[in-house]
């Protein structure tokens, strides 16, 4: 929500503001609550990053793990200063994470091993050239929202072949978290208007950073779970401290 304010980043260039007053809180970060509230995503990444290389997973998933943090950082920048750079490196980010979705879900049964990868790398390589000139707007959305739709289909192809109930509420967990978080996006892009006469501003924006951040967790557990289970790790979820899930296996002594 712009407020008509230049602090210390100069005049908002970013084509999408949310509903936050800018400079509310310091003079350097324009939508505070937007940007702190990705903390919990970089925090998350990191424990499922040292779950994946202490049980030496399959690389894939340590770059997934990465990728979520990258996202979430590119995120806070782009939400401190308001600026077009930063936007792309929020919007760019997103494809790349969502390519590498891609690959994990449809690798395994993929015959032309180097083919997928080559071109899923070529192509966020192309997009990001071409997103750093031409300001998509609405296209990006779309072109998000196709890229997001094609891996439900293997998503629910997974649960549907899962046995394991630990397994299958963290795919419930990943349902929840999604359609809490577009609920309080939705409601802060639509009716901002309205929630800017209210006493205390709810922060919807803030709030599906909160719960894409446990979206992104449990999607990569899950995926690590199914994973494991199809090379044969044995896997199971167990939780952290009784409260956080993740996923331990045991190898076959040959691997």
């Not at 990191?46 to 995120?75: P, T, Y």
């Not at 390519?99 to 395994?108: A, E």
């Not at 779970?225 to 331990?248: D, E, H, N, S, T």
């Amino acid at each position: 929500m712009a407020d008509g304010i230049s602090s210390f980043w100069g005049p908002v260039t970013s084509t999408i503001e949310c509903c936050e007053k800018n400079y509310a809180y310091s003079s350097y970060i324009a939508e505070f609550y937007n940007t702190i509230s990705n903390i919990p995503t970089v925090l998350l990444a990191l424990i499922g990053l040292v779950n994946a290389l202490r049980q030496r997973f399959e690389k894939r998933f340590s770059i997934l793990h990465v990728s979520n943090m990258i996202l979430a950082i590119g995120s806070m920048l782009y939400h401190a200063t308001l600026q077009r750079v930063q936007q792309q490196s929020d919007e760019t980010p997103m494809v790349w994470e969502m390519l590498l979705y891609m690959y994990i879900l449809y690798s395994p049964d993929w015959h032309y091993r180097s083919t997928m990868p080559t071109f899923l790398f070529l192509y966020g390589a192309a997009f990001a050239v071409v997103h750093s000139v031409i300001r998509f707007g609405i296209g990006f959305k779309v072109h998000y929202v196709i890229l997001c739709l094609l891996c439900i289909p293997r998503m629910y192809k997974y649960y549907i072949h899962i046995e394991d109930a630990s397994a299958k509420r963290l795919a419930k967990w990943y349902v929840a978290t999604l359609s809490l978080g577009s609920l309080c996006w939705f409601c802060d892009r639509v009716f901002c208007k309205q929630i800017s006469s209210w006493p205390i501003n709810p922060q919807g924006h803030a709030l599906w950073h909160f719960f894409m951040g446990f979206n992104c967790y449990f999607a990569n557990t899950f995926l690590m779970f199914c994973r494991a289970q199809q090379r044969g790790w044995a896997p199971k979820v167990v939780y952290f401290m009784g409260i956080l899930p993740y996923v331990k296996i045991e190898k076959p002594k040959t691997q």
